[in-house]
């Protein structure tokens, strides 16, 4: 087990790990007990009852949080003809086609998500290898695959959050800064928890959310009772 700072034992102490707190007051404490001299972010990990092989509970997709993250995030668009001014008087980052392709062979990484229309996807998918580890690859599912290149840079713009289930059957997802109101905070979690419940797989027994917890940068985890979400 890593050896924890002082800091964050002296936050630990502010906490009862086995409770499971009301939203706000959970999302109180983890701003109180934010640990870091930088504005430390805040993050929820649901923990759900899903099977990531069982190709239905394999839930991925994105949402648009009505607070943003409080992150800038630079955006590489990948389109040709019309749709670069589209995407240049959406307010992209970088907007090209098979230039920026070559640059990412080169090792050129000064983005965060990538936004393509189809047509380029048969080209990006031979960097594959480079984008996929790195979880750089458009994806339709999370809307980055799309002709509407302007409605998707404006709502990344906007705070839209990727979310995917990982192999243990966890969600984590961003909802903030700590400098942000606590409200904030819960009402970004309460969009991405009605979100999941409304995706709740048909195929799922028994209790479908095991645990919620939140936490900042570097700081302990919060337990959040769900029925103080909904």
């Known amino acids: 087990m ?3 700072s002082r800091n964050y034992l002296d936050a630990a102490k502010l906490i009862d790990r086995n409770k499971r707190y009301p939203l706000t007051e959970a999302v109180e404490l983890a701003k109180q007990t934010a640990i870091t001299k930088f504005d430390s972010t805040v993050e929820v990990v649901f923990r759900l009852n899903l099977d990531p092989r069982k190709a239905e509970q394999n839930l991925r997709g994105a949402i648009v949080l009505p607070h943003g993250t409080g992150k800038v995030r630079r955006v590489l668009v990948l389109t040709k003809g019309s749709k670069q001014k589209e995407a240049e ?19 050129w990484f000064d983005f965060d998500i990538i936004v393509a229309t189809p047509d380029m996807m048969p080209e990006l998918g031979k960097l594959g290898k480079i984008l996929g580890p790195k979880g750089l690859m458009p994806n339709a599912k999370t809307g980055t695959v799309t002709l509407d290149v302007a409605k998707a840079v404006e709502e990344i713009k906007a705070g839209k959050v990727e979310y995917r289930v990982d192999k243990t ?17 819960a009402d970004n979690i309460r969009i991405i928890y009605q979100t999941l419940m409304r995706l709740k797989p048909s195929t799922v027994k028994g209790i479908y959310v095991k645990n919620i917890a939140v936490s900042t ?11 103080s979400i909904a």
């Open 2 to 4: 890593a050896k924890r």
């Open 89 to 107: 008087e959406a307010g992209a980052d970088f907007v090209g086609d098979t230039e920026y392709l070559d640059k990412i062979k080169g090792g």
């Open 169 to 185: 059957g966890n969600i984590p997802a961003i909802v903030g800064k700590a400098s942000f109101d606590a409200d904030k905070i």
């Open 217 to 227: 940068t570097m700081g302990p985890g919060i337990k959040i009772a769900p029925d």
